[in-house]
Nanobody, 120 residues
Framework: QVQLVESGGGLVQAGGSLRLSCAAS????????MGWYRQAPGKQRELVAV???????NTADSVKGRFTITRDNAKNTMYLQMKNLEPEDTAIYYC??????????????WGQGTQVTVSS
């Protein structure tokens, strides 16, 4: 099927920066969108940012102006550049893609998650 490998999480002080990466591989014919979600302890998973193929991006208001999502189509890799991090950004960050094989419908896949911890 498909594998999503995330990297780049870690511990950073408030005001610092991190860059997350998500590399997709496997039986991928086409990717419609790639996105980042996060889940903090005791909270529901929420959308951080999503980027569509050749289309616009959508970024949560809480991170707008601080986080930037980009994508390398040739490598099926997505990035999340995070600046001016705040303790409230502490969460597990998950990579998501909406993809399809040669034969079959579009479907979602999720990465294993990477921990981001921002200390005050």
């Amino acid at each position: 099927q498909v594998q999503l490998v995330e990297s780049g999480g870690g511990l950073v002080q408030a005001g610092g920066s991190l860059r997350l990466s998500c590399a997709a591989s496997g039986n991928i014919f086409r990717i419609a969108s790639m996105g980042w979600y996060r889940q903090a302890p005791g909270k529901q998973r929420e959308l951080v940012a999503v980027i569509t193929i050749g289309g616009p991006t959508n970024t949560a208001d809480s991170v707008k102006g601080r986080f930037t999502i980009t994508r390398d189509n040739a490598k099926n890799t997505m990035y999340l550049q995070m600046k001016n991090l705040e303790p409230e950004d502490t969460a597990i960050y998950y990579c998501n893609i909406n993809w399809k094989p040669v034969l079959g419908a579009f479907r979602d896949a999720w990465g294993q998650g990477t921990q981001v911890t921002v200390s005050s």
